[in-house]
């Protein structure tokens, strides 16, 4: 089992490209969620998605839009990227339909933003 | 929404001796509070988790001990080894589900 897969690992944009960070789980998990970790910050929600067809906004949504493609991928797209979102991007997913159950995390995305 | 909060920031002890990091939250709905722990460069780990009807939990060298009235909970790890140099994240539920929510982390370090 790959477990919680994320595409790229590293990734350097300049001010306004947009792109899309991939991640796909092979453990038949309900619920998905997207990490930003800053120093000192912690891990920080951007959006999640408790279920197939559903998403909601976590701490930190702005300037991200998600898509729950099927139940086994989610995606996060910026449309315009910012300095500001230099960062470390973790995707993570849980069995239950609820946060009440262990997340398995991706192995981050280092995006740059120039 | 919910906050957690997170103390210490940095925390630095010598090998065999006991390490207590403690976390607060906000939202009484919370129902889950796992602990992670993360190495340099790593994705983090589940190490150790506790539901709001049990008050403490051991496992080895780690346990964990809820207060819900008081509305915090804290990881003690016991007779620390080097390779206990992480970073430490608590997280608590978004209400009683949906997602959770990260403290800023501890940074442990363990000298020999």
Redesign the interface.
């Known amino acids: 089992n790959a477990g919680v897969t994320q595409t790229p690992k590293f990734q350097v944009l300049k001010t306004g490209q947009s792109m899309t960070l991939q991640c796909a789980q092979d453990m038949n998990h309900n619920?998905m969620?997207w990490?930003r970790q800053d120093p000192?910050?912690?891990?920080?929600?951007i959006y999640?998605s408790?279920s197939e067809g559903t998403t909601?906004k976590?701490?930190v949504p702005n300037g991200y839009n998600v898509s729950r493609l099927n139940k086994r991928e989610f995606s996060l797209r910026l449309e315009s990227a910012a300095p500001s979102q230099t960062s470390v991007y973790?995707c993570a997913s849980s069995v239950?339909?609820?946060?009440?159950?262990?997340?398995f995390?991706?192995?981050?995305t280092r995006l740059t933003v120039v | 929404g919910e906050n957690v909060e997170q103390h210490p920031s940095t925390l630095s002890v010598q090998e065999g001796d006991s390490a207590v990091i403690k976390c607060t939250y906000s939202d009484s709905a919370s129902n889950y509070f796992p602990w992670y722990k993360q190495e340099l460069g790593k994705r983090p780990q589940l190490i150790i988790d506790i539901r709001s009807n049990v008050g403490e939990k051991k496992d080895q060298r780690i346990a964990v001990t809820l207060n819900k009235t008081a509305k915090h909970f804290s990881l003690h790890i016991t007779e620390t080894q080097p390779e206990d140099s992480a970073v430490y994240f608590c997280a608590a539920t978004l209400g009683a589900g949906t997602a959770l929510i990260f403290g800023k982390g501890t940074t442990l370090s363990v000298s020999s």
């Not at chain 1, 000192?40 to 929600?45: K, P, S």
């Not at chain 1, 239950?96 to 997340?103: D, I, M, P, R």
């Not at chain 1, 995390?105 to 981050?108: K, N």
């Open positions: 619920s969620y990490y000192g910050m912690g891990l920080r929600l999640y408790a909601d976590g701490e973790f239950g339909a609820t946060g009440t159950t262990e997340a995390f991706g192995q981050g």
